[in-house]
């Protein structure tokens, strides 16, 4: 398994008798998750965080969710598959649904739902993210430890959020804007650590490596 860039990389098990799964013509398509991930998640907390009003202006963020968040993850996560790593595959391809399903509910569903009750309805999309979240988030301590931290902080973003809207909560739905910052502070450094060791051929930004007999970086 390689974890020089922010997303593991699988290779097939020697003992099945295969060989690594490898095509040089693919770049590495874990930054642009990360960054696509990142982007939209910064914009969106800005608004939950309350930094910027009226909430009215939150729209802004919706063709970023649809188009970056959205569409540039879910190819990145169709990248990741032909690379066979199963963890890039995985979380590129859901949270890039995630934002395009995001923009659907904002645009087209949300409207229609009774003004009352919008809030639990929120709450259970979003609390099936935060499932989604806590395993992916158990996955990442075998790869490395940038990973550890933003699905950590995402984990706590996304039950805060879960929280804030089911209960009609303005306040934890406020720290779950803050988490979400954070989360997006780092997803973009795992983001620029993959880029960086890309592009000068070494290691510039450490992200930690926690797969057995992974060398420290």
């Known amino acids: 398994m390689s974890t020089e860039s922010g997303v593991a990389t699988e290779q097939v098990p020697e003992r099945a008798g295969a060989a690594a799964v490898a095509d040089p013509t693919i770049a590495d398509p874990g930054p642009l998750g990360l960054a696509a991930f990142a982007a939209t998640t910064f914009m969106l907390s800005v608004f939950n965080a309350q930094l910027m009003k009226p909430a009215a202006l939150a729209a802004i963020f919706l063709p970023l969710a ?26 590129f391809t859901s949270y890039g649904a995630f934002w395009i ?39 990442t301590f075998r790869i490395n430890g940038a990973l550890v931290a933003v699905f950590g902080v995402l984990l706590v973003t996304f039950a805060l959020l879960t929280i804030g809207n089911w209960g009609g909560h303005a306040s934890i739905i406020k720290a779950g804007g803050y988490f979400g910052l954070l989360t997006a ?30 060398k420290a970086k």
């Open 101 to 139: 399903s995001l923009w659907y509910v904002e645009t087209t569903i949300g409207p229609k739902l009774p003004l009352l009750q919008a809030h639990r309805a929120v709450g259970l999309f979003l609390l099936t993210w935060t499932i989604f979240t806590a395993y992916m988030f158990v996955a």
């Open 185 to 214: 502070a780092l997803a973009w450094y795992t983001s620029f650590a993959g880029l960086l060791t890309q592009t000068w051929g070494r290691v510039v930004l450490p992200v930690f490596p926690l797969a057995p007999g992974a």
């Open 66 to 91: 649809l188009f970056y968040g959205g569409v540039a993850q879910l190819l990145a996560g169709m990248w990741e598959f032909k690379k066979a790593n199963t963890f890039g595959a995985l979380a």
